[in-house]
């Protein structure tokens, strides 16, 4: 069986497909057979099957470890300019083509809602799509649920841990599926840790580090919803008694500062970290802190954080910028620690060759 090949009437695939359905060996009284991987039976079934080939690239594997995940990326479907992640029983597509109209986006995706809700069990969930508004800067999101409407809020589970989920009552959801894998690098570098939260959102690093055996794990963001989001993630857990979680709401850099005017002021007090995470907008402005550019304050980031770590420190560097180079935000980074390593993005969210990076990660060692 061959996909993708004009010559046998398959239309555009992601790759090309063959599979040895059947083999007939002399001497060998049975026929060995193999059965078709599932995009192939799209075929016949008449699933699409680009999307079938999602499904097989995930390789069964992700529902075993999270209820929340990425079914379908940005490009990952020739043609169609839109994500969708699942979030336990709902979906939540995001329609990136600000020019179409929000009806048709609805009526383009139908088909793809159905199939991964049959593929995953959704009751429903949330189209996104994003406007241009000439009154205003910026864009103007809408939302329409398809199907059953999530609740406000509701959990998901990742790696047997808990998180809060909002489709609608918030801007993100609460989650970044795309640090999946470095959550569980945390986790797994935690025990006995000092951790460093920064731009913590609502603190799943922190969650992940104090599940994993951290010491104490400081977070700290501008925004006080999110840090409290993060305190109900920390209950839902079972981690907040002992105070381990700490939430600080400042501006990032300030709190920086402050812990290295401790050091040097009080030496014989003052305890490094072991682990930092530090995944900074890409432009942020608050009331009090002002305008934050990640180009901006990289470099000086990397210096302050290298400098607050112990002599086995650890960081995770990350930041989203797609327009960004990520040369020079590597070389930042080698500058101050000894070891830079580049983490690949989690197997949902598959790099479309000659697009930039979604998410660069970095993982540092003093
Ligand atoms: C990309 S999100 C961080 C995501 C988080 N690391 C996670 O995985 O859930 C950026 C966060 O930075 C916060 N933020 C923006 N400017 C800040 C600043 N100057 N200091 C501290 N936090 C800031 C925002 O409130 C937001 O929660």
Redo the contacts with the bound molecule.
Sequence with gaps: MILGDGQYGGERFGRLCLHCRQVDWPGLTASLISEDPPSFSALVTGENPNLALCHDRRLQWLPTITNAFRAVHRDEIPGLPAAVDVYGDYFDAIWFDETADPEKAAHRLDPVLAQISRRHGCRGGIVRTHRRNPHQRGLVTELRAVGQAPPDFFTVQEHGLLYEISLTQTQHTG??LD?RDTRRRVFLAARGARLG??????C??SVAAVAGGAEVAFS????KP?LNTGKRNFELNGLAAGGRGKFVQ????RWLQRQLRRQEEKPEIWQPLDLM?C???VF?S?KK?GK?VVEKEWPRLAETTRRLLGPDGQALF?N?HRGGDHGTYRKALRKHFASVTDLRPPLDFPVAEGRPHHVRLFWCKV
Excluded: H, I, K
């Design positions: 989650l970044f640090q939260n920064l731009f913590a959102y609502t799943s690093f700290v963001d501008v925004a999110g400042e501006d990032a850099r995470v995944d900074p907008p942020a608050s802190g934050f990350a989203n």
